[in-house]
């Protein structure tokens, strides 16, 4: 029969040495890279913690750089809001001291820096952020606003600009005599009349109420359809220093008072009528002073008032122009109709949602946190900057008009008005805080993370990192037992069957 050697490898003691030099390399492996394994699966147990671990820091990674890029979105957006807020506080500031010489386009010099600032205005609207235009609501790829001129001046091919407007708006307020759509007359010889030339109509002075000292007299209304006042004076003149008043509403939403005084002096002062020899010439006198008062009232506050009110109407959505549908002319219009993109420039061409500006662009920062970070050049606050800036970079008054000086008075007062913020109403300050809002919930959401981080790295750490002495001890206890095995094996292999039998 054959008798088979004894192979070492196939002994118990080999497969053992065999181990013994795989724990080795093993640790020495670790020893050289740092970590317990290449493979998730040679990490045992902790494989799958370390798995997990690595996916919550790569999302925060992720939320990071987004936080990153919002972050600077937001700074271009405070620098833009505060380069409008400063533009709104000089205007205001021209307004309430500005000069009121007109040079030779009939334009005080406020006015012309009106215009310069009205083009800084378009372009901090078109501001971009990278590639999306930060004003524009959630249409970011669309530039939200139309060039200056565009708006100032129209197309020149049917598309209407703020300027014809208000030349439009003006026409149709003051009425074909200027009067501001006023009818004054005489209904009998000692009375005076003044009335609304048409009911209903959105154009022109309204009457708001008459008060009255004058001795004798019978005052009524306003009343009627359309709305009318009566003075009469009766039998009896009035006393010297007697006084009516006349309040009318103007298109803005502003009010203006005409007060005349009876007076014998002679010459008649101003704002005052001749008492006349008998009441009959004394009406005819308060007739004369009313219509010159009221003349003088449309051709200043109306002007203005007008003026102010088409800046509005054009900047609304849809804007506003005059209807001329069924008269023939604008001075007896007496409706508005919407203004469309063939007959009237559009100023703002983003998004115009009715929901929250803020809400159009969201982004998730955190696992249960989302930022709103959105803008509309159409927001309240700064549509209202753009009509001030706008109206008076867009009108103009004739230097030989003897009341120029009032139009541009009328109007400045009016311009600084406007840009007071009214309590309840949208401010650029309150977007501002709108935005700082959500760095804020940003920052906090960073100093979550940052403490999520420190967490998920400590677990991946253990599962994948090594102690160095533990595994040197391990290694020197493994060269222990990795000898004997050897001493063992060598006096194994001086064995043979010879010495064995």
Do not use: C
Request: charged letters at 10%; glycine letters at 8%; a negative charge.
């Amino acid at each position: 029969m054959a008798i088979n050697g004894i192979s070492f490898g196939n002994t118990i003691l080999g497969g053992s040495v065999r181990n013994l030099k795989a724990q080795m390399a093993d640790l020495q492996n670790q020893l050289t890279s740092g970590k317990k394994s290449t493979t998730y699966s040679g990490m045992g147990a902790n494989g799958g913690f370390a798995i997990a671990a690595r996916a919550q820091l790569s999302n925060i990674a992720a939320y990071t750089d987004t936080m990153m890029k919002i972050n600077t979105n937001i700074h271009v957006a405070n620098t833009a809001l505060q380069a409008l807020s400063d533009i709104g506080t000089q205007l205001q500031n021209a307004a309430l001291s500005g000069s009121q010489a007109l040079n030779s386009a009939g334009q005080t010099a406020g006015q012309q820096t009106a215009v310069a600032q009205f083009s800084s205005v378009v372009g901090i609207l078109n501001t971009q952020a990278g590639d999306r235009y930060i004003f524009s609501g959630s249409e970011i790829y669309t530039q939200p606003v139309a060039s200056s001129d565009l708006i100032l001046n129209g197309d020149g091919a049917g598309r209407a600009g703020l300027k014809q407007v208000i030349s439009e708006r003006r026409q149709a307020d003051l009425g074909a005599d200027g009067l501001g759509r006023i009818a004054i007359s005489s209904p009998t010889a000692t009375s005076v009349a003044i009335a609304e030339d048409a009911s209903p109509s959105v154009y022109g002075m309204k009457l708001q109420s008459v008060s009255s000292s004058l001795t004798g007299a019978t005052v009524t209304g306003p009343a009627g359809t359309p709305p009318a006042i009566s003075v009469d004076l009766g039998a009896t003149n009035p006393a010297d220093g007697d006084t009516v008043s006349f309040t009318f509403n103007l298109p803005d939403g502003t009010s203006e008072t005409v007060q005349l005084t009876a007076s014998s002096e002679a010459p008649t002062p101003a704002g005052s009528f001749a008492i006349g020899a008998t009441p009959t010439a004394t009406a005819a006198s308060l007739n004369a002073a009313l219509t010159a008062s009221i003349g003088v009232l449309a051709s200043t506050s109306l002007v203005a008032a007008s003026a102010v009110q088409a800046s509005r109407d054009f900047f609304g959505q849809p804007p506003q122009r005059v209807d001329v549908t069924p008269p023939a002319t604008l001075s007896t219009a007496t409706a508005a109709v919407n203004g469309t993109a063939a007959d009237t420039v559009q100023w703002y061409t983003g998004e115009e949602g009715t929901g929250s500006a803020r809400a159009t662009s969201v982004v998730r920062v955190d696992a249960s946190v989302t930022v709103q970070y959105g803008m509309r050049a159409n927001e309240d606050a700064i549509r209202s900057l753009m009509e001030s800036v706008a109206l008076l970079a867009a009108v103009t008054t004739s230097p030989t008009d003897p009341n120029a000086a009032g139009q541009i008075s009328a109007l400045n007062a009016r311009v600084a008005q406007n840009l007071s913020v009214e309590p309840g109403s949208q401010n650029i300050r309150d977007i501002q805080v709108d935005l700082a809002n959500a760095q804020t919930m940003m920052k906090d959401a960073t100093a979550r993370q940052k403490l999520t981080q420190a967490t998920m790295q400590n677990i991946i750490d253990q599962a994948e990192n090594i102690s160095t002495d533990e595994v040197a001890s391990q290694l020197l206890a493994l060269q222990t037992d990795l000898q004997a095995s050897y001493q063992t094996t060598a006096m194994l292999s001086q064995l043979s069957l010879v010495n064995f039998i």
